[in-house]
């Protein structure tokens, strides 16, 4: 099973940057895409970004352009470089993780979440 741990949450003013990070541990054959989610208070977790084990990318309109996701499969990791923050950025941040088993099934795993704040 894979376990994720995101870090690299915080309170940013707008118009700032932030970069989270995600690190993936445990047992799997292969972790096949890797995403960020985020979700607000009072609405759906929506995905922002994912992308899959040979560096190809997706994007949610709202963060075209100014979030960034990108790769380290040698760590096992993802990273969303998020640029130009906005108020309604504000959420908690997951990291999801679309991995084959030991056993050879897929199967989806979820961090605990990080919250991103942008407020002045």
């Known amino acids: 099973q894979v376990q994720l741990v995101e870090s690299g949450g915080g309170l940013v003013q707008p118009g700032g940057s932030l970069r989270l990070s995600c690190a993936a541990s445990?047992?799997?054959?292969?972790?096949?895409?890797m995403g960020w989610y985020r979700q607000a208070p009072g609405k759906e977790r929506e995905l922002l970004a994912s992308?899959?084990?040979?560096?190809?990318?997706r994007y949610a309109d709202s963060v075209k352009g100014r979030f960034t996701i990108s790769r380290d499969n040698a760590k096992n990791a993802v990273y969303l470089q998020m640029n130009s923050l906005k108020p309604e950025d504000t959420a908690v941040y997951y990291c999801?993780?679309?991995?084959?088993?030991?056993?050879?099934?897929?199967?989806?795993?979820w961090g605990q979440g990080t919250q991103v704040t942008v407020s002045s």
């Open positions: 999801n993780a679309n991995y084959i088993r030991t056993s050879g099934y897929p199967t989806d795993s």
């Open positions: 445990g047992s799997f054959f292969r972790i096949n895409v």
């Open positions: 992308i899959n084990s040979g560096g190809s990318t």
